[in-house]
């Protein structure tokens, strides 16, 4: 039970590092590339510069839930998941198609893609499904 602990900590702290960095990704990239961005319409720029940071802060919630062992942040976190490998997924196929883009970032789309799966797998787990029961339920 005590490697299951360290693992569900892990995670928790690398989906708060992730999350910290969806936060900051899209006002970086603003700062940094001032003259980039093309003219969009502005659903495209409410979708595409406020969906990061919103993903982002709903990972800090569900990192600090699963610090404290909340049965709601094991169902967040496998959510995460979920849209972390088909983000990933989609970001691989669009990166398969443009030969101009270089294997690094086909890389990072991996990474985080067996981020997502590993994160399935362990919160799926009896284990972890067990350390998540709340007191009530364990009383009961």
Known sequence: MQRMSTLITLSAAICAALSLLSVVYVP?????????????????????FSLPP????CG???SLGLFRRKPWARISIQVIAAVLILNSLLAGLLLATHSDLNAVWFAAQAVLMSIGISWLVLFNARNARAAFVSTKQAGA
């Open 60 to 62: 800090l919630v569900t």
């Open 54 to 57: 919103a993903l982002g802060i």
């Open 28 to 48: 970086w990239l603003m700062l940094a590339a001032p003259g980039y961005w093309p003219p969009l319409n502005l659903l495209a720029e409410l979708l595409g």
